[in-house]
C-alpha cells in the first residue's frame, strides 16, 4: 500500500511539473538585425505572471552543436500579459539585457531549459534532458540535422524566409501553442514584448521582380507592373497608393497589385503600401490628401518604405502648331453680326505628333478671350471688334494658370514634354452688316483671289426667292 501512494505521489508531483514548465514557450526570435546586431532578442510567452525562477536559456552554435552563451532566469518572471524579452540594451520591453552582437544568425538555436546556467559552460554538447523548448533557426543556411534534434520531427525555421532578415524576427502566430513545435513559426517584422498577431502593418514594399525603383513609358502602352509587399497583417487588406509626385500627396488609390502607367504624366511618383482593417473613410483617401492622415474603421498603415517610379516618354514627341487659316487658307475674314450663325472652319498646316492641338480666340493685341473645343467657332455670338485665333500644339495638359482671360498667348505653358504656338493668327473683325437702301437684286458681294485652288466668289440675296 505504501508502493502504491509513493507511485501515485511520484506521478502527482511529475504532472504538476510538467504543468508548471509545459505552457512557457519560446515565442519570438530576432538574431539577425539592421547594422552590427544591436536589436537581438529572444521572447518567451505563458501565462501572465508567471515566475521564471528554475528555468535557463542556452544558446548553440550550429558550427559545432555546442552551447556558446547561458542565461539564468531566476528572480524574473512573464509580465500581465504573459511576455519577457532577454534582449540588447537598446530593445523595446527588455527585462533581461545581453551582449549587443551576441546571437548567432545561423543556422543556431535557442533553448529553454529546467536548471542553472552553471549547468551550461560554453561549449557544452547539446542535449534534451530538462528541454522545455526550442527553436533552430537560420538566415537562407542549410538545416542543420544535429540541432534539429532538439525539436524532432520540425522545420528549421528561416529568419529570411520573408526576404527582409535584417528587419523580420520569427515568431509564433498567434502567440504560444505547444512546445518544441517551430510549424506556427513566420518571418515578420519584430515585437518584442507584443503579441505576434499583427493587425495593421504595412510593411515592405517592391516589385514582383524585387525593385524598389523603376523607370515605365506612358505613350507605349506599357504593360502594368506587378507589386509586392512583405505584411505581417495577417488579419488586415492591403491597397495601394499613388503620390502626385515625389511627395506624399495621394493621386490614386488601387487595391490589386498591379501599377498601372497609362494615362499618368511624366515625372516621377512614388508607390505606398497600405494595410487596413475595416472600412477606409474616404475623406481621407481623396487627391491631394497627404497618405499620413488616411484613417480606417478599425486600424490602417503605411508601408515602411516606397517604390519611385520615373516616368517617361519614350517616343519623343513633336509639337508643331503650323501655320493656321480658314477653311479656305485664308487669314483675314469680315463677319456679320446678325440673326444667323456665322461658324468658321479653322484648319492647321500641322502634322505633329505631340497628342493635342487647342485653337486659342485672344483680342486684337493677342490677350486670350476663350479656348475653344474643336475648330469650328461662332463669331455671332461676339460683340463687334477684332479678333485672332492661334492654333496650339502641345503634349500634355496646358496649365490653368497660364491660359485664364486676359492672359498673353505668347505666356500659354503646359507641363508635357512640348509646346509650340502657330507661327501665325487669323484676323477676324465682326460687325454689324444692314442692306444698303434701295438694294433689291442678288449681287457679288465679296471676290477671294487665293493661290491654286484657294478662289472663291461670294454672292448676296436680299430678296425673299432662291437663288
Not at 77 to 93: C, H, T, W, Y
Not at 151 to 160: A, D, F, I, L, R
Not at 338 to 364: G, K, Q, R
Not at 400 to 419: K, L, R
Amino acid at each position: 500500500m505504501k508502493a502504491f501512494f509513493q507511485i501515485i505521489t511520484i506521478a502527482f508531483f511529475l504532472s504538476l511539473h510538467s504543468f508548471s514548465y509545459g505552457q512557457i514557450v519560446i515565442n519570438e526570435v530576432d538574431s539577425d538585425t539592421p547594422g552590427t546586431d544591436m536589436m537581438e532578442f529572444i521572447e518567451l510567452f505563458g501565462p501572465a505572471n508567471t515566475s521564471l525562477d528554475g528555468y535557463v536559456l542556452v544558446l548553440f552554435n550550429g558550427l559545432n552543436d555546442q552551447s556558446y552563451s547561458a542565461y539564468d532566469l531566476d528572480g524574473f518572471s512573464l509580465d500581465a500579459n504573459g511576455f519577457f524579452v532577454a534582449g540588447n540594451s537598446g530593445v523595446l520591453n527588455v527585462d533581461l539585457n545581453i551582449s549587443n552582437n551576441i546571437m548567432q544568425n545561423g543556422a543556431d538555436a535557442v533553448a529553454l531549459y529546467t536548471g542553472n546556467s552553471s549547468s551550461w559552460p560554453n561549449g557544452s554538447v547539446l542535449s534534451t534532458s530538462n528541454l522545455i523548448d526550442a527553436v533552430v533557426y537560420d538566415t537562407d543556411d542549410a538545416d542543420d540535422i544535429q540541432l534539429l534534434n532538439l525539436t524532432p520531427g520540425q522545420p528549421q525555421v528561416n529568419e529570411s524566409g520573408n526576404l527582409f532578415p535584417t528587419e523580420h524576427s520569427i515568431a509564433r502566430v498567434p502567440d504560444g501553442g505547444a512546445a518544441l513545435e517551430t510549424v506556427t513559426y513566420v518571418a515578420q517584422l519584430p515585437t518584442p514584448g507584443f503579441s505576434n498577431s499583427l493587425q495593421c502593418v504595412a510593411g515592405t514594399v517592391l516589385t514582383a521582380n524585387g525593385q524598389a525603383s523603376f523607370t515605365i513609358c506612358t505613350d507605349d502602352n506599357a504593360a502594368p507592373v506587378e507589386l509586392q509587399f512583405s505584411a505581417d497583417a495577417m488579419y488586415a487588406d492591403y491597397a495601394w497608393i499613388v503620390t502626385q509626385g515625389n511627395n506624399e500627396l495621394i493621386d490614386q488609390v488601387f487595391y490589386t497589385p498591379f501599377f498601372d502607367p497609362q494615362g499618368l504624366g511624366e515625372g516621377i511618383c512614388r508607390i505606398y503600401g497600405l494595410a487596413y482593417d475595416g472600412a477606409i473613410d474616404p475623406a481621407t483617401i481623396e487627391t491631394g490628401d497627404n497618405l499620413n492622415y488616411v484613417q480606417a474603421s478599425t486600424c490602417a498603415a503605411i508601408s515602411f518604405n516606397y517604390i519611385t517610379v520615373t516616368k517617361e516618354l519614350c517616343n519623343d514627341p513633336e509639337c508643331i502648331a503650323g501655320t493656321v487659316g480658314d477653311a479656305f487658307g485664308d487669314t483675314y475674314l469680315v463677319v456679320c453680326l446678325d440673326e444667323t450663325t456665322d461658324p468658321v472652319t479653322f484648319t492647321t498646316t500641322s502634322i505633329p505628333t505631340a497628342s493635342s492641338y487647342t485653337w486659342v480666340l485672344t483680342n486684337s493685341t493677342g490677350q486670350i478671350i476663350e479656348l475653344f473645343t474643336g475648330n469650328t467657332y461662332d463669331f455671332n455670338t461676339l460683340s463687334a471688334g477684332t479678333y485672332r485665333v492661334y492654333g496650339i500644339s502641345h503634349e500634355g495638359a496646358l496649365n490653368d494658370f497660364s491660359i485664364e482671360p486676359g492672359d498673353p498667348i505668347n505666356g500659354v505653358s503646359n507641363a508635357g514634354y512640348c509646346i509650340d504656338i502657330s507661327t501665325n493668327y487669323v484676323t477676324i473683325i465682326t460687325q454689324p452688316c444692314e442692306l444698303a437702301p434701295g438694294c433689291s437684286d442678288i449681287f457679288f458681294s465679296e471676290y477671294i483671289e487665293g493661290t491654286s485652288n484657294n478662289k472663291a466668289l461670294e454672292l448676296y440675296n436680299p430678296t425673299d426667292s432662291n437663288i
